[in-house]
């Protein structure tokens, strides 16, 4: 029966199957049969007996010039016997076919290559937010007190507060125009000033010879020229309304260099009047005017009168008022009833019919001399509140004192506005005020009068020339 089915069940004698034939194959120690590269078993060389031919291989198709040198060498008919592997930790290099190249069949007796454990997915870490520009923390340097950086401030604008609109910058040919505007305006202000002044012949025909410095005389007289009634009632000046004699006579020396010399001549001094005699030296503006009294100072203290200014009671207090009074500082109390004053010691502020009031009255133990003080006194406050910045840089205070006191002055001709700003820009920088020293009282033929003290009056005259 074996041997029927032997012979009935035919062999193929060169099959390639190890179990066929056994001894034609290569085996391993575990007796297993050793595979090429190609999966299959390797044939034993036989010596004496007929050669098989070798399998038909796969010519190998045209590279492409980006292959690998490997492909281009040509394969081995044998190939030496690779040393056994487990199949456990059997491992073939994943090797990427080329589209040329022919995959091999899926052969199910071939040891598969175990697969590579995953690696363990890692956490991915939640994504940073950085924080904005505003939000960031700075660091400070170290630096000295003077050189300390300190972290920008946010722009944001608090709740609550109100942000103001932001003025346009002016352009830089703004800045020329207002100045030529202002400067225009000044300009048109003094001539405008200067056209209303009042001019009068006031040196005389044959002065005295030129001495060194400026002289102004300066006069205030008891004029109630231009005065209404209701003016008079208002200042207390009474009686008749024309011209009259003057309540202030002043001598202002302005040197060369250094300080002004303010000199008060008492109106009631007993001098030699040209044309008239001795009479007092208030007589001379009565008689002869402007012209008669600079002739009259001359004669008396050989200093020539280079300027004239002369105002009146009611242009006194209007200037007074213009500048938003004057602040004067009496010595004592004064009550005249006759010159509406009633004043206590100290330092006040007086307005115009106060200080008019302040500057005539007799109501003193000196009488005349007291007078001469508080005139000086009173020109002094009143340059100074003039030039100051409350009275310069206040409209509503600078044109009425420009277009009241330009109408109130009377001046000598030839002189201007711009002479009466410099003696006032000298009157304002502080003075050396002085009387004429007086030797004695005397009751004359036109009253009670003053006579000089020649010696030292001629002193005083002398530093002045």
Request: hydrophobic share 35%.
């Amino acid at each position: 029966m074996l041997a029927f089915k032997m012979n009935a069940m035919p062999t193929t004698p060169h099959s390639n199957d190890p179990r066929d034939n056994p001894g034609e194959f290569l085996v391993g120690k575990d007796g297993k049969p050793l595979i090429d590269r190609y999966g299959r078993p390797i044939q034993k060389r036989s010596a004496s007996g007929p050669q098989r031919p070798a399998p038909q291989r796969p010519q190998p198709q045209p590279q492409s010039p980006h292959a690998s040198r490997r492909d281009d060498r040509p394969v081995r008919e044998t190939l030496r016997p690779r040393q056994p592997l487990q199949r456990e930790t059997y491992y073939e290099p994943r090797r990427t076919p080329s589209p040329e190249r022919r995959v091999t069949p899926h052969d199910p007796d071939r040891p598969q290559r175990p697969q590579r454990p995953q690696r363990p997915q890692q956490q991915q870490r939640p994504r940073q937010v950085l924080p904005s520009r505003e939000d960031r923390w700075e660091p400070q340097l170290e630096l000295s007190p003077q050189r300390r950086i300190h972290p920008a401030q946010p722009a944001t604008q608090p709740r609550g507060q109100r942000q103001l609109p932001k003025l346009p910058r002016p352009r830089a040919g703004c800045i020329p125009t207002l100045l030529s505007l202002l400067l225009v305006l000044v300009i048109a202000g003094t001539l405008l000033a200067d056209a209303r002044l009042t001019r009068v012949d006031a040196f005389p025909d044959a002065p005295v010879a030129n001495t060194a410095g400026t002289n102004w005389l300066i006069v205030g007289s008891d004029s109630r020229e231009g005065l209404s009634e209701k003016d008079v009632e208002r200042l207390g000046t009474g009686g008749d309304i024309g011209t009259g004699r003057t309540d202030t006579i002043m001598l202002m020396h302005i040197p060369n260099g250094g300080k002004a010399t303010l000199v008060s001549i008492p109106r009631d001094s007993y001098v030699e009047i040209p044309g008239y005699g001795m009479d007092k030296i208030n007589a001379a503006f009565a008689f002869g005017g402007p012209k008669l009294l600079a002739e009259t100072v001359e004669n008396s203290t050989n200093l020539r009168i280079d300027h004239y200014a002369e105002i009146g009671m009611g242009g006194l207090a209007g200037i007074t008022d213009a500048v938003g009074g004057v602040e004067l500082c009496p010595a004592e109390a004064i009550d005249d009833p006759l010159a509406q004053l009633n004043v206590q010691p100290g330092c006040q502020k007086m307005d115009g019919p106060t200080a008019l009031g302040y500057v005539r009255t007799r109501a003193t133990a000196m009488g005349d001399l007291d007078r001469v003080q508080r005139q000086r006194e009173f020109v002094g406050a009143l340059m100074k509140r003039a030039l100051s910045p409350a009275v310069l840089l206040n409209p509503f205070r600078l044109i009425p004192l420009v277009l009241r006191g330009s109408s109130m002055f009377i001046v000598g001709e030839g002189d201007h506005v711009w002479h009466l700003a410099r003696m006032a820009l000298a009157l304002r920088g502080g003075t050396n005020t002085e009387t004429v020293p007086i030797g004695s009282f005397i009751d004359a033929d036109v009253g009670s009068v003053l006579v000089w003290d020649d010696v030292a009056a001629e002193q005083l005259f002398a530093r002045l020339r």
